[in-house]
């Protein structure tokens, strides 16, 4: 972040003061969690669903915040240098706003569904094999993270790929007008979160306020394989790009091809290669192919960046555990997501057992049993060994996969992650390959954390000595 004035600050937030003895001292980071709090920051207080941050105010300026941006409702205005504002989440979007204007950085906006992260991240290393720049860090996709990461510019910053997500519609239209995008990149319509949106319909009216946010001299990146993303770029009104595999699209990739633990295809009789697990990985990166190129990057420098890719921690993400190999992708599951992983350990190969651990898909609403039957029937298409399901629908993917042809004797019912590792320890052998995926809420990294235990388990057990 660029050192701003405390009155810059005042200014964009038309806030009141308490306290403020110089409005000349200047600040480089903004802090909403008091833990993190050092000498020379700006505390901004919060009030979240589980704490609230005004609580924390005393703390915050007793490790040497400069100031405190509270609530008038919600402060003893006797505790200064405060500055007293309305609504400090508004207030942070409109001090964001206010400081995104005092750069000319190239930001690119990722949406979707699903592959938000992982496409966001190899804009990220493509941008990066010529320019400087940032990404959003983590999951900042919110009403916190997206101001937030906007904060992290400063002057040295030619790009910013940042991650718009949404709960609900016109979240997306609040985030883009904070960042300013230049460009936007739609990955996937598919559903998820249908508790909060109710309907496909109501997820791409949301999705597609980022194109709406775009300058006629931006561009749009779409994912023309997917049709309900094709149907929003008539709201986008600058030029659009289609991406995919399918031939009528602006960007083809073709002779696409997995190897275990590599993503290899072409462009234009251009090979590129992404150390990245799963054919799915092909959206986020033919996407990074027709940004890089249309940034006037060379398809050396592209490609050198999509090299250089590194998967997210819980993301696809290849693990050795013992004598197992482990894709851990447990940090969320929806049904076109799950479909993904099961093609990926489809395509792995292997002479040993490939074995799905399977979380329930949560926030599916009143379709939540469908989509699980649905699941059953790729996993048994999917030349899937065994399967392990663990939750609340776990009867209805089992049954399912049953039906459609699996044999009952590799299929486990487990009610908790407790029961799943019960029967992981019957199944196990050597070499075995595990695909580990769930909703954030079902916590699957717990089967990660057992898989560790046991490994060194394995360790610890000596060998046999031979008789003299």
């Given at each position: 972040?660029?050192?701003?004035a405390?009155?810059d ?30 000498s020379?920051?700006?505390f ?14 005393a ?28 609504d400090?989440v ?17 930001v690119?906006g990722?949406?979707?569904?699903v ?15 010529r320019?400087?720049?940032i ?9 916190l993270g ?18 718009l ?9 609040d985030?883009a ?12 319509i598919?559903?998820?979160h ?22 006629e001299?931006g561009f ?8 309900l ?14 991406v ?24 234009d009789?251009v090979?590129f ?16 192919v027709?940004?890089?190129?249309q940034?006037?990057l060379?398809?050396?420098e ?5 090299r250089m ?13 013992g004598?197992?190999?482990v894709?851990?992708?447990?940090y ?24 799905l ?7 599916l ?8 039957r ?16 663990v939750?609340?629908?776990a009867?209805?993917l089992?049954?399912?996969?049953r039906?459609s042809g699996m ?8 009610s908790?992650?407790?029961i ?6 019957c199944w196990l ?20 954390t057992?898989?560790e ?5 394995v ?5 046999e000595?031979?008789?003299?």
């Open positions: 972040m660029q050192p701003v405390l009155h600050l005042i200014a964009a937030l038309d806030a009141e003061t308490v306290g403020i003895a110089d409005g000349a001292n200047q600040f480089e980071r903004v802090e909403v969690d008091s833990r993190r709090v050092r020379g920051d700006i901004w207080a919060i009030a979240g669903n589980r704490d609230d941050g005004h609580r924390y105010i703390e915050a300026l007793s490790k040497g915040a400069i100031a405190c941006v509270v609530e008038h409702d919600r402060c003893d205005a006797s505790n200064g240098p405060l500055l007293i504002v309305d400090t508004l207030a942070l979007w409109d001090f964001a706003e206010w400081y995104r204007q005092q750069f000319d950085t190239l690119v990722v949406t979707g569904t592959g938000k992260t992982t496409t966001r991240h190899m804009l990220h290393n493509v941008l990066s094999a320019y400087n720049g990404e959003s860090p983590e999951n900042f996709n919110n009403y997206v101001p937030l990461s906007v904060l992290q510019l400063d002057r040295h910053h030619e790009f910013a790929a940042l991650e997500a949404a709960s609900h519609v016109g979240e997306i239209e985030l007008g904070i960042a300013q995008p230049e460009i936007g990149v739609i990955t996937n598919s559903p998820v249908l508790d909060e949106f109710g309907t496909i319909e109501a997820i791409m009216q949301a999705k597609g306020e980022l194109l709406e946010a775009l300058p001299s749009a990146i779409l994912n023309g394989d997917n049709q993303v094709r149907q929003l770029a008539e709201r986008a009104s600058c030029p659009v790009i289609f995919g595999e399918q031939s009528h699209n602006d960007v083809v990739a073709q002779w696409v091809r997995v190897e275990n633990g590599w993503l290899r295809f072409c462009v009789s090979q290669d992404v150390p990245a697990v799963g054919r799915h990985h092909i959206t986020s990166a033919i996407a990074a027709a940004l890089g190129r940034v006037d060379t398809d050396e592209i490609a050198a960046g999509l890719f590194e998967p997210v921690p819980g993301r696809c993400e290849l693990r050795h555990i004598p197992w190999t894709i851990n992708d447990t969320n599951a929806s049904p076109a997501s799950m479909q993904a992983a099961c093609q990926t350990l489809h395509d792995w190969q292997t002479e040993h057992k490939k074995i651990v399977a979380g329930d898909m949560l926030a609403g009143s379709a939540s049993a469908q989509y699980h649905e699941l059953g029937q790729i996993v048994a298409a999917c030349d899937v060994d065994q399967v392990i399901a939750g609340s629908e009867t209805s089992v049954g399912s996969a039906n044999d009952a004797g590799s299929l486990g019912v487990c908790d992650l407790s799943a590792e019960l029967l992981l320890d052998q050597p070499g075995d390959v595990l695909l580990v995926k769930g909703s954030r809420d079902m916590h699957m990294e717990r089967v990660l057992y898989l235990q046991r490994a060194a388990q360790r610890a057990v000596p060998s000595s031979k008789a003299a």
